[in-house]
């Protein structure tokens, strides 16, 4: 945004913040802007009470107010600037009332791309994006310390307080979902390095079982790029695109998994790892840095929390973390990942609540390998048991909490076994998010002796 710097032009400006969550997002924009001295109004249909965590960071700040177990259309006329969370519906009444007023719609990450000296790199696509993201992070922390920054869908990371560190010729490395890049397709803007790693369903609760309006969202990583931006693509996005005969702008380049020489050591396992290392090399390369960073952050690169994350190794058993596998499609990559080395040694704990996807293939993958099988109730694995065959001995069980699921995983698990979390189902319900999904396995695993 050229018309002036981020430090006058929020000053005075009359702002709403459509959400402001428990996540620390909210909270961190809110701070940015109240700091800048803009007006703020903040609306979040959760009440004052379930917001509290949140609502007490933000308590020395006089310029905002408050509008809490509701909205209200007042909120969103008179504005300079609306600012939006993630997951606001698409066809938010509020959000439209200030379109109708002539106010911009505005999101963090975009926002912050608008006024950023930095580089920007954004990365987005169904799986991957996570590992992808934090290992360009990784490769060019070694190779430019003190230069990078990540943001985008990372947890409790705001974005637009980045601009207060970012300086000219930074790195700003985004994990972009695809309600993030709503925001950028409203600006009109890409970034100048763009990943798409994969399109696969996902999100269909929210997109009312409309793929391409899904699509959609997700193209805006590419669509707006200039001639000299670049846009790298999965195999399987590639064929996307090319389906759809999308027109892009920038170079196109494909990464396929043969680009990671073999003679290098990774770390983290599974054929969907490699695509995801692909994509991050091609990156690297594009930017410039040289091979011998390229190598080392690839090969001293662990993987990123929640992600077929090692907790621990106990009784000769391993524990899994693979929260964040929220589809089907999730718990297949880690399914096969860990049957290259543990083929029928995987006691599962899976399920919870449906995004309106099609769990026929995931019932079959766990009835062909896993050795047996935990489920987190909810309204996905109601569609899992149904898929199930009738005579099922592995299933252990349906289960309303973490703690009582590690209990019988362990119970039925042996030496040489793993018990993998990998619900390929969403977490609400049981648990406030993925997140705290994981980290209830994680301290149930770590209290055991």
């Excluded at 177990?69 to 006329?77: A, Q, T």
């Excluded at 005969?245 to 290098?264: C, D, F, Q, T, Y």
Aim: aromatic fraction near 8%; proline fraction near 4%; glycine fraction near 10%.
């Amino acid at each position: 945004m050229a018309e002036k710097s981020y430090k006058t032009f929020f000053k005075g400006k009359k702002i709403t913040m459509l959400g402001l969550g428990l996540l620390g997002r909210g909270v961190n924009v809110a701070k940015f802007l109240a700091g800048l001295g803009a007006e703020l109004t903040i609306t979040d249909l959760k009440t004052a009470e379930a917001l509290e965590s949140s609502l007490k960071q933000l308590k020395k700040f006089s310029n905002i107010r408050y509008v809490l177990g509701e909205h209200k259309l007042e909120d969103f006329r008179n504005r300079d600037i609306v600012i939006k969370s993630a997951g606001v519906p698409f066809d938010s009444i509020y959000v439209a009332e200030a379109r109708a007023h002539n106010i911009p719609v505005e999101m963090d990450a975009s926002l912050f791309a608008k006024f950023s000296p930095a580089r920007i790199i954004g990365v987005t696509g169904t799986r991957g994006k996570s590992t992808v993201t934090h290992l360009v992070e990784h490769i060019l922390k070694g190779a430019y310390p003190g230069r990078v920054f990540v943001g985008g869908n990372v947890r409790g990371m705001a974005t637009l307080p980045l601009l207060k560190k970012v300086k000219l010729d930074d790195f700003a490395v985004f994990e972009l979902d695809s309600w993030q890049l709503q925001g950028f397709g409203d600006a009109k803007i890409s970034p100048e390095v763009a990943v798409f790693t994969n399109f696969l369903s996902d999100h269909m609760n929210y997109y009312r079982g409309d793929m391409e309006m899904y699509f959609n969202d997700k193209a805006n990583i590419f669509k707006y790029q200039k001639k000299g931006d670049t846009l790298i693509l999965g195999e399987q996005s590639e064929k996307e695109i090319k389906k759809r005969k999308v027109k892009v702008e920038g170079r196109v380049v494909v990464a396929h998994p043969n680009i990671l020489p073999k003679s290098w050591k990774v770390k983290i396992p599974g054929e969907h790892n490699r695509k995801n290392i692909a994509c991050a090399i091609l990156v690297c390369r594009t930017l410039g840095v040289p091979e011998k960073f390229i190598k080392r952050g690839v090969e001293t690169f662990a993987g990123v929390p929640g992600r077929l994350e090692h907790i621990r190794t106990v009784g000769g058993i391993k524990y899994v973390n693979d929260t964040t596998a929220t589809t089907p499609d999730g718990n297949r990559a880690a399914i096969l990942a860990l049957r290259e080395k543990v083929r029928k040694n995987i006691v599962l704990i899976a399920g919870g609540n449906d995004k309106n996807l099609d769990y026929s293939g995931m019932a079959k993958l766990i009835n062909q390998n896993v050795k047996a099988l935990v489920l987190i109730k909810g309204t996905a694995t109601d569609k899992i048991l149904a898929l199930l065959p009738p005579k099922h001995p592995y299933l252990l069980g349906v289960i309303g909490s973490m703690k009582e699921a590690v209990k019988i995983a362990r119970q039925n698990a042996k030496r040489g076994d793993t018990i993998l979390l990998s619900p390929g189902s969403a977490s609400f319900g049981v648990f406030k998010n993925e997140f705290d999904r994981g980290d209830q396995f994680i301290h149930a695993v770590k209290l055991l002796v």
